[in-house]
């Protein structure tokens, strides 16, 4: 899977089931503080990512993202090295 396919995907789950607005989307916004994020999205976010990537995202590695950009990479590491 290419890294844009990935930002697609994100962004799309991102607008449609989050509900952040689409403007806000950008790649050094802040998972929490730019984009309002929170601990009940983030359940949401890990179902999604499962969903659509397969696999789990685990507690101590998410800890270690926040941008947006963080995100991408770090899906894409996860999906392209399994």
């Not at 989307?25 to 890990?46: P, T, Y």
Request: proline share 0%.
């Amino acid at each position: 899977m290419t890294n844009s396919e990935i930002v697609k995907i994100v962004n799309n789950f991102l607008v449609e089931e989050i509900e952040i607005d689409e403007s806000l989307i950008k790649d050094d916004a802040k998972l929490k503080e730019d984009l309002g994020i929170d601990s009940l999205d983030f359940v949401d976010v890990v179902v999604i990512v499962e969903r659509n990537f397969g696999f789990k995202i685990k507690a101590e590695e998410m800890a270690q993202i926040s941008t947006l950009a963080d995100f991408y990479n770090y899906i894409n590491e996860k999906v392209n090295n399994q």
